[in-house]
């Protein structure tokens, strides 16, 4: 596992740029090592894969990594992500985005990246909160969470991230926690192979902006709520019809997979028609 750590680190970090702004018990670097191991896995020429995102905490991922990176504006990753694979098809394009930065303000963005389907990875850290702002409500957080801005607890319904990419065409859809480790590369790995636009939305503590306010004030605690009010699909299925009608955990696991038509290609088939 040392190894494993040590190769991650000295084949895929720049160390230049520690020490991470992440705070104690924040769960984006795990998402980072999970990212750089589905690429190591899949043997990815590192210098054919770029990185975008938008702006936030996740969104600062691409700048720890010795690879080309477009860090962008707020809410616009999907946007120079998709710009750059119809440039270069051929390079892989890999867009780290919080779900304020997705859901948010690049709501409109990140449905018809959906749509259009060009072969991008969108790895989605949802940590139920504007972490970099000091933890205001955002378009996931549960309904009667507390944040600096319901202090009184969150009045609205939040987003499902996975049922919008899947009503908005996406070919791949998993959810996991930072708590599943080896699912989580799976599906990394999963999503970067599919052709066409691959998401995973990860649930991430994160104890500063989101935890302090709901009673997970420490890392240990935050991280403990996410396995205890998850279920795999798996586990799911296993239960009785009635305890499943019940379930309030948030279901993790790969939610949608099917082929669909790639951007890229389709605008290929074009050009070559046309020509
Ligand atoms: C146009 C614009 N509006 C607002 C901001 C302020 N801002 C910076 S980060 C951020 C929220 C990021 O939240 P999220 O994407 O969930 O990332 P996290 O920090 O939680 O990882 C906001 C509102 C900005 N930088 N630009």
């Not at 779900?99 to 449905?111: E, L, T």
């Not at 994160?206 to 935050?222: F, I, V, W």
Request: glycine residues 10%; negative net charge.
């Amino acid at each position: 596992m040392f190894n494993q750590a040590q190769k991650i680190r000295d084949k895929y970090l720049r160390e230049e740029m520690w020490p991470s702004i992440f705070c104690t018990g924040c769960g984006v670097g795990n998402v980072l090592n999970y990212a750089l191991r589905a690429i190591d896995e899949i043997g990815l020429d590192i210098d054919k894969v770029v990185f975008c995102s938008g702006i936030g905490c996740s969104s600062r991922l691409p700048g720890y990594i010795d690879a080309d990176g477009l860090h962008t504006t707020h809410g616009r990753a999907l946007a120079f992500a998709t710009g750059v694979k119809l440039a270069s098809p051929d390079l892989t394009v890999i867009v780290f985005t919080g779900d304020g930065d997705m859901a948010g303000i690049g709501g409109n963005h990140f449905i018809h990246a959906a749509r259009r389907n060009a072969d991008i990875t969108v790895i989605c850290v949802n940590n139920y909160t504007y972490g970099m702002t000091g933890g205001q409500v955002s378009p996931t957080t549960p309904g009667g969470s507390k944040t600096a801005t319901t202090p009184y607890g969150n009045a609205e319904q939040p987003f499902d991230l996975c049922r919008l990419a899947i009503g908005a065409g996406a070919p791949f859809v998993s959810r996991w926690t930072v708590g599943y480790p080896y699912e989580t590369v799976s599906a990394m790995r999963a999503a970067i192979e599919t052709k066409g636009f691959g998401f995973v939305e990860l649930l991430v503590p994160c104890p500063t902006g989101y935890g302090k306010e709901n009673r997970l004030k420490d890392a240990k605690a935050s991280w403990e709520w996410y396995r205890e009010n998850t279920i795999s699909r798996a586990d799911l299925r296993a239960l009785s019809p009635e305890e499943r009608a019940r379930n309030e955990k948030v279901v993790v696991g790969t939610l949608w997979q099917e082929d669909r038509p790639e951007m890229t290609c389709r605008y290929q088939e074009v050009v070559d028609e046309v020509s």
